[in-house]
């Protein structure tokens, strides 16, 4: 019972560099959802998506980009990484009955 | 704009005790508040959900109680282990849309032997 996974866990990146994180989900769940967890700051909704074919924007969007091509998969993508973005970042799909369901995170650091 | 707050920020309590944390939030359109745990380097765990039309869940060890009116929820703790040691959140989702889960900052629990 795999749930909400996750990867990589953990990654170094160098100011400029792009990278995906990958989120997988085996609910069967339409809603999906990338946060960004900073101290002091709590979790902040990056985007978040309805459906296979629809995203939006959270309370924190720029420099992020997603996608979503299936029901299980969301991926996050930054694009030119900046220092700002070291934080964990967490993706998490709701239950119909309005549950969420969190992966273990992915802890980035860019330099 | 939602706002929830968790008070006390951390708490620090023997083994056996009883204790209550409290989440309150500012807009009480709610379709749900949801309970969770973290432990440190972890991911979140769901504890409890409580549905709008609910006032309450019980999980073992744990009640979760849910007043719109006045915008307040409780996680109640009964008997409390050190595996308790854990931050709890509590989440708030607003009717507006899916875009309006708000977290709290959590309260921050060590139960010590």
């Known amino acids: 019972n795999a749930g909400v996974t996750q990867t990589p866990k953990f990654q170094v990146l160098k100011t400029g560099q792009s990278m995906t994180l990958q989120c997988a989900q085996d609910m069967n769940h339409e809603y999906m959802s990338w946060y960004r967890q900073d101290p002091g700051m709590g979790l902040r909704l990056i985007h978040y998506?309805?459906?296979?074919?629809?995203?939006d924007q959270g309370e924190v969007p720029n420099g992020y980009n997603v996608s979503r091509s299936t029901t299980e998969d969301f991926p996050l993508r930054l694009l030119s990484a900046a220092p700002s973005q070291t934080s964990v970042y967490f993706c998490?799909?709701?239950?119909?009955?309005?549950?969420?369901?969190f992966g273990e995170g992915s802890r980035l650091t860019v330099l | 704009k939602q706002e929830v707050t968790q008070i006390p920020a951390a708490l620090s309590v023997p083994e056996g005790e009883n204790l209550v944390l409290n989440c309150s939030f500012t807009?009480?359109?709610?379709?749900?508040l949801q309970w969770f745990r973290q432990d440190p380097g972890k991911g979140l765990t769901s504890l409890l959900l409580?549905?709008?039309?609910?006032r309450e869940q019980t999980s073992g060890r744990l009640n979760a109680s849910l007043d719109k009116s006045s915008g307040r929820s409780t996680l109640y703790i009964a008997a409390s282990q050190p595996g308790d040691s854990a931050t709890y959140l509590c989440?708030?989702?607003?009717?507006?849309?899916?875009?309006?889960?708000?977290f709290g900052k959590g309260t921050m629990l060590l139960v010590s032997p």
């Open positions: 998490a799909s709701q239950g119909h009955n309005g549950e969420l369901f």
């Open positions: 807009d009480s359109a709610i379709y749900n």
């Open positions: 409580i549905q709008s039309s609910q």
């Open positions: 989440a708030v989702f607003a009717v507006t849309g899916y875009s309006t889960l708000t």
């Open positions: 998506s309805v459906g296979a074919g629809i995203t």
